[in-house]
């Protein structure tokens, strides 16, 4: 027996040695994990019924909700930013300077009310890990201006 291994562990590797486990039921079939087994029962039977019709617990719809917004309002950031660059030097540059400064109001505007809804959000969560952090809207400005289209 090695130095370090307890005695449950020499009992369990000398029982796997002898084949005492071989013929257990379920034995190669992959472990059922659809069940959480620290879910609350008395909501297990609500969100077996959620996710069988397609829908999930509502903080994580919400969730859902939350990143397709923020994906939204970067994306249409980084077009006008796209916009911008490809103006340079054209007859239209001012209005894409324009442009560009009416998307950094908005941005900063979503980016404000998306923070808003990640801290309520995040009260929601079962579990600190869940929880997301909110947009630093000046950082991902100066990330999308350091692009080069």
Known sequence: MNRWESLIDQKI???M???E???LSGKGAPIDLSENPFEDPDW???HRLLRNAGFAPAWIEERKDIE???DAARNQLKRVWTILQNAHGTKVESEAKARWEKALALYRQQA????RRIV????KVPASGFRRKRIDAEREIEE???RRS
């Open 13 to 15: 590797r000398e029982a």
């Open 17 to 19: 040695e002898q084949g």
């Open 21 to 23: 486990f071989d013929n």
């Open 44 to 46: 297990r039977t609500a």
């Open 68 to 70: 397709f917004e923020i």
């Open 112 to 115: 404000t009310q998306l923070n």
């Open 120 to 123: 309520a959000w995040n009260l």
């Open 144 to 146: 999308v201006s350091l």
